[in-house]
């Protein structure tokens, strides 16, 4: 068996196993107890590891707090600079963001105006406790291309800083261009992103930054 069929098969064992212990909470919950002793007693040591694991990785942890902070409804005030020492261009938007899959991820959805056009954006950020590292893909109306970013948290908790890279399509896609992240939660209950292009000299230039001031219900 290939090595590759063989880590789906165990992944999907894994998985099964882990939905028949899980069970259903209802009024047969005596009985399905009962199953699941008696699953337990069948499962064999291998199974038992795989079980472990698979509980271990994919519970919430405590890192997945953090995505909480970007739960709600928000207006935001947005900045973007066309060009390096350019005058930026201000604009407007909203932002709804909420906790999916019981916290494991946030989706956050943006619609705004990007130089003078509607701009729609959805992001999808996460904490893989297998990597160790903060994880955001985002897509948007304006592109057909997919930006993943990985990142880390700074001591303090308050500031998020991811890297990724998406095709240039100034260059007709034959070349990547690296970007970088920061998110900052502010005192007053504000977010702040900003994005930074890295060029081939490892300069950093501004090119994108949002406010986010969440609304008042």
């Not at 399509?169 to 977010?191: I, L, R, W, Y």
Request: hydrophobic share 40%; net charge positive.
């Amino acid at each position: 068996m290939k090595p590759r069929r063989f880590l789906i098969l165990a992944g999907t064992t894994a998985v099964f196993l882990g939905a028949i212990l899980a069970g259903p909470r209802t009024a047969s919950a005596r009985q399905m107890s009962d199953q699941q002793k008696k699953m337990m007693e069948q499962m064999s040591d291998q199974d038992k590891k795989m079980m472990e694991m698979m509980t271990k990785y994919g519970t919430p942890a405590k890192q997945h707090e953090m995505l909480k902070k970007y739960v709600g409804e928000w207006d935001v005030e947005t900045k973007a600079w066309p060009n390096p020492g350019a005058e930026p261009v201000a604009g407007k938007g909203m932002e709804k963001n909420e906790l999916i899959f019981d916290g494991r991820y946030v989706k956050c959805q943006f619609e705004g105006a990007m130089m003078g056009m509607k701009f729609r954006g959805l992001e999808i950020i996460g904490y893989d406790l297998l990597k160790n590292k903060y994880i955001a893909f985002w897509i948007d109306n304006m592109s057909t291309g997919f930006l993943t970013t990985t990142g880390t948290l700074d001591a303090s908790g308050k500031v998020l800083t991811d890297t990724g890279e998406y095709p240039d399509p100034m260059s007709a896609g034959k070349k990547m261009q690296k970007v970088k992240n920061v998110t900052t939660f502010m005192e007053d209950g504000k977010f702040k992103f900003e994005m930074f292009m890295i060029g081939a000299d490892g300069k950093e230039v501004k090119s994108f930054e949002i406010i986010a001031t969440r609304k008042m219900m």
